[in-house]
């Protein structure tokens, strides 16, 4: 029992968490990093996980690599990048000598500061694009034919008036290739009517239906999203591997990524619109238990999980909140504008604000993931 434990409990999960989450602050740091060395700025640290160092080493540019004790994210620290807020001290600026200072981050143009700190999240969102991409051209797609097999009775897709059978075309003007793509926008569309293109054995058809939020089982436990009430059947005739030549790879890849980011925004919306129900969302005990989830699947499901969370952190991290990336690339904004930076004492109450916000949504998702919400 105890060996069983272990197993499933961290070779089953964590491990594969770990590995998932390196891969992704990895390449996420190395955008700020690769950009900010474009730019002439000097990184003193790049280190994957806070804390303690492990293990590292200096290169010849002067940069200590580390992994850290916590392995919980990462950071890239440029020559004078002193705090959360990007501050240095002037007297410590002007301490330095001319030719260091000038390799320092808080003295470069507002236009480069705002490409080093985007470079990040543009970062995350590569990484998922070649990893669908890789994976779309090596091993083909995976697609799962949008025909009705099953109907639930009292559903939302009886009252619409489907039948089995039925080939799922459209929805709102949106191609659907697969039965992924229709169960991915009905999941956001609770309480929102949906106008579905079915073909009917040649007959082009409109119904219009209403998804329903209803509980469904995940990896992380039941979670409440919007159902129509139909399935697809799983069978060899109902699953097309879709070869790839590189330019359609490619195509998939950007396609898919563009998918997530907007999924994403369609979330956050859905949240302040009442259709997407809050426990949708997934900390880190949830990305861990689906991270173990995609492991068991194999190597190939778990680098494809990979870049789906590469590119949701890269997008959450566009949000103009102060603290991620977003909140950073609006300040130099407001300074480009302004013609200078906002007064340091407006910036840090800002980033406290940011702080408290991005703890908050820690410790909620921390609960959902632990105990659900209770209906």
């Known amino acids: 029992m105890a060996l069983s434990w272990i197993f499933d409990g961290l070779l089953g999960t964590i491990i594969p968490f770990l590995f ?8 996420h740091e190395l955008g700020h990093y690769l950009v900010g060395r474009a730019c002439g700025v000097q990184a003193t640290v790049f280190s994957i996980g806070f804390g303690p160092e492990l293990f590292g080493f200096n290169d010849k540019q002067g940069t200590r690599w580390r992994v850290s004790l916590l392995p919980l994210g990462g950071y890239v620290r440029f020559l004078g990048d002193l705090d959360a807020a990007s501050f240095a ?7 330095l000598p001319e ?17 080093i700190v985007l470079a990040g999240p543009v970062a995350s969102i590569l990484l998922g694009v070649m990893i669908f991409s890789t994976n779309a051209w090596l091993f083909g797609r995976v697609v799962l034919t949008p025909r009705v097999a099953a109907i639930s009775a009292g559903s939302a897709a009886e009252a619409a008036g489907f039948q089995i059978g039925d080939l799922v075309v459209a929805v709102n003007g949106e191609k659907i290739e697969s039965f ?11 309480g929102a009517a949906l106008t579905i ?3 009917r054995a040649g007959q082009m058809l409109s ?7 209803e509980a469904r089982d995940s990896v992380v436990g039941p979670r409440r999203m919007g159902m129509l009430g139909i399935s697809a059947r799983n069978t060899p005739d109902s699953v097309i591997i879709k ?9 998939f890849g950007w396609h898919q990524s563009w998918t997530i980011i907007a999924s994403s925004g369609d979330f956050i919306a859905g949240l302040f619109s009442g259709r997407a129900s809050p426990d949708q969302v997934s900390g880190p005990v949830g990305i861990a238990k689906m991270s173990g989830e995609a492991a068991k699947l194999g190597f190939t499901a778990l680098i494809a999980f990979a870049g789906m969370l590469s590119v949701s952190i890269g997008a959450l991290n566009l949000l103009p909140i102060p603290l991620l990336d977003g909140g950073h690339l609006v300040l130099y904004v407001i300074e480009a504008v302004r013609g200078r930076a906002l007064e340091k ?11 408290a916000f991005v703890v908050a949504l820690t410790l909620f998702s921390l609960y959902v993931d632990v105990f659900g919400i209770r209906h």
Do not use: C, H, N, Y
Request: no cysteine; charged share 25%; aromatic share 10%.
């Open 197 to 199: 293109e079915v073909d």
């Open 243 to 251: 070869r790839e030549d590189i330019f359609g790879a490619l195509a």
């Open 180 to 190: 992924t793509d229709l169960q991915r926008i009905v999941g956001l569309s609770a």
């Open 345 to 355: 004492k407006a910036i840090e109450a800002a980033f406290r604000i940011g702080l």
């Open 20 to 27: 998932v989450l390196m891969i992704i602050v990895f390449f």
């Open 207 to 213: 119904l219009v239906a209403t998804p329903r939020l």
């Open 89 to 95: 001290e002037d007297e410590a600026m002007q301490a």
């Open 99 to 115: 030719a260091v200072r000038r390799r320092s981050f808080p003295v470069q143009a507002v236009w480069k500061r705002f490409l």
